[in-house]
């Protein structure tokens, strides 16, 4: 029994002390740092690299990788990224910071070596000591972890409560501008808290490596529970994150205890216990108070007064003026890819019908994002939800796979509504926390349910007669496209859509104009899940079968990343960001070494993080600049041509 206590404890220590640095994090700077397991991971990997690969001892690699490296790298993302996002929209701050997440695993791989990493030795000197307390054993690199937490709670009660250093914290937390105007410098504050805070990562990377190993992923699910203690702790109380995430971890062993280690209900449970947690917390605040606010940012009335609201994204009057060129766009793309399918050779025809499949499913995220100005990070899973439906519904009910994917989209948008019933009360950092959450509570519970899983194979979904080819498939997934594109231009245009920009600009002024705000969030996540459902179907019938491994969570934020970077509330961008995820990996493929596959996703996230810059997205920006550049044209000709006093 101990020896389970001892291990749920370390992995809780681990959760404690991620949880406890993302809320200081957000408290002082108002940015709830979703990249923060990236760049636990990207430290970890270069401690790795300098101990493991080039022989460094540990104290030096440890000072180089976590000491220098990590602050240094908190004070450059700070340049680059952070600063800009205090006084960004919420929205905007959490795209930009999973783009981050997208781009930072692929660069450490381009950095460091894409090696396999097997074992993964810490801070512990080798041989690892193993101590025997009451009969249970315990590494140091066990007894490091419980140090490092209880270190890090009293010296961070400490400096923030009794130095100058934590004064200065507290004034920033409550009022960056009143800070100002006292004389202390907020950016040299704001420098020192993200220098502080990718140090914290990466000294709790280095320390987690051997325990939970040297991936990507598993760091993603240490950070997914750390979200759930933060979500617990209401974005903001340190002591109940670190408690909550301590008790997650108990929880997690104690269920290997006394669960049958053999049954797949304990493999896939373990893993859904910060799910599990949040959902807990969420329904019994809503109950009790009937929303879940998350304050987002920091500061007081005069931060309040000069901080950007709304959704952040092209929207209202500047996306109207970029109307008629961007229809332009759109026909001009469709008409491309029309012309492409019958040049095209076999291979990139394939691509072609892949990149239509994937745009329909991206429309999802012009829907619930771009229309609704809602974070759901879960599209992929309604995806999952339309793929499986879709082959169920035509292998068993023998359905015409047509009629078999619409049916698939029915259920993924059933499903979607109810979510969105219980997540549009909540502040956008917590509907992105829950969907994010959702997404891998039925990765891990329902997409290996062996139904439809089939130890990774799926179900088969084959293609309907009239579009057996390659070359039909292409031109029915562009008409699909073209479709769902043309109901979602509807909506845009309805009075739903005007409804949907006046939530977007202010809830409350949407309120004060009768709109019902619940129902039409609602009604609109319903529509994405919906979309994403068929999308999902369209991706089943490309490959021939539903596979639910094709559907993880973290693989949707790639998603979002390429959307966004090409543009959240266009429909071109949407065609254009599904045609660049096939397309690209294919040239990549084709045309380069294996050494540039990690090139294309670090590209991805980077994009996503431009978005800070660029809330259109390139194709707006680039339809805007050519329309621009028609219109001096014109304007320039009539100049010449015009004779001398006309007015003009």
Request: proline share 4%; charged share 10%; aromatic share 10%.
């Amino acid at each position: 029994m101990l020896q389970y206590v001892i291990a749920g404890l370390v992995l809780g220590s681990i959760y404690a002390m991620a949880a406890s640095a993302i809320v200081v994090t957000f408290v002082s700077t108002g940015v709830l740092n979703f990249a923060f397991g990236s760049i636990a991971y990207f430290v970890a990997r270069f401690f790795y690299f300098l101990n493991t690969q080039h022989g460094w001892d540990k104290l030096p690699a440890a000072v180089v990788s976590i000491v220098v490296a990590g602050p240094a790298m908190g004070v450059v993302l700070w340049a680059v990224l952070f600063r800009y996002l205090r006084t960004a929209p919420q929205l905007i701050r959490i795209v930009a910071t999973i783009g981050l997440t997208v781009c930072l695993p692929p660069i450490a791989a381009m950095v460091f070596g894409n090696n396999q990493i097997s074992t993964v030795s810490g801070l512990a000197p080798p041989p690892v000591h193993v101590f025997q307390v009451f009969g249970a054993a315990v590494t140091l690199d066990q007894l490091l972890v419980f140090a490092a937490l209880v270190v890090m709670l009293v010296v961070g009660f400490v400096v923030l409560r009794y130095t100058d250093a934590g004064v200065k914290v507290r004034a920033l937390v409550d009022s960056a501008a009143m800070t100002d105007l006292s004389g202390a410098s907020p950016l040299r504050i704001e420098i020192a808290i993200w220098a502080v805070s990718t140090f914290l990562a990466g000294f709790i990377g280095v320390l987690s490596a051997p325990i939970i190993g040297l991936v990507p992923a598993d760091f993603a699910v240490i950070v997914s529970a750390a979200f759930a203690a933060v979500v617990a702790a209401k974005l903001r109380n340190i002591p109940v994150a670190a408690g909550i995430g301590l008790l997650m971890g108990l929880a997690g062993s104690m269920v290997q205890k006394y669960l049958p280690p053999e049954s797949a209900f304990t493999v896939a449970i373990v893993p859904a216990i910060p799910g599990i947690f949040i959902v807990v917390f969420l329904l019994c605040q809503l109950v009790r108070r009937g929303r879940v606010s998350d304050d987002a940012g920091t500061g007081g009335p005069l931060d309040e007064a000069i901080r950007p609201h709304g959704l952040g994204f092209a929207a209202g009057t500047r996306a109207a003026t970029t109307n008629r060129s961007t229809q332009a766009a759109a026909c001009a793309a469709v008409v491309a890819v029309a012309i492409a399918i019958p040049l095209a050779n076999d291979f990139w025809v394939a691509q072609l019908a892949l990149g239509a499949a994937y745009a329909i499913t991206f429309l999802s995220f012009s829907l619930v994002t771009g229309e609704g100005g809602m974070i759901w990070l879960c599209e992929i899973t309604f995806a999952g939800f339309g793929a499986i439906v879709a082959a169920q519904v035509a292998t068993i009910y023998h359905v015409p796979v047509l009629l078999a994917v619409l049916a698939g989209g029915v259920v993924a948008g059933v499903i979607g509504m109810i979510l969105a019933v219980l997540t549009v009360r909540l502040g956008d950092l917590y509907v992105a926390l829950v969907t994010l959450t959702f997404g891998l509570l039925v990765e891990n519970l329902v997409f290996i349910v062996d139904r439809w899983y089939r130890g990774g194979v799926g179900l088969a979904l084959a293609r309907p007669s009239i579009a057996s080819s390659d070359r039909a498939f292409a031109y029915l997934a562009l008409i699909g496209f073209c479709v769902v594109a043309l109901v979602v231009t509807t909506v845009r245009r309805s009075t739903a859509g005007l409804a949907l920009a006046a939530i977007r600009g202010s809830e409350t002024g949407a309120k004060t104009l009768g709109v019902n705000v619940v129902r039409t969030k609602v009604y609109v996540a319903g529509a994405a899940s919906t979309v994403a459902g068929i999308g999902g179907g369209f991706l089943a019938m490309y490959s021939g079968a539903a596979v639910p491994g094709n559907f993880g969570t973290v693989l949707g934020l790639t998603w979002l990343a390429v959307l966004v970077t090409n543009g959240v509330r266009s429909n071109t961008a949407a065609l254009v960001a599904g045609l660049a995820f096939s397309l690209f990996p294919a040239l990549f493929l084709t045309y380069l070494s294996s050494g540039w596959q990690n090139v294309l996703p670090a590209l991805f996230g980077l994009g996503a993080i431009m978005v800070v810059r660029n809330p259109d997205g390139v194709v707006a920006q680039n339809a805007r600049q050519f329309e621009n550049f028609l219109v001096g044209r014109v304007r320039g000709r009539g100049a010449v041509v015009a004779p001398v006093g006309t007015a003009r």
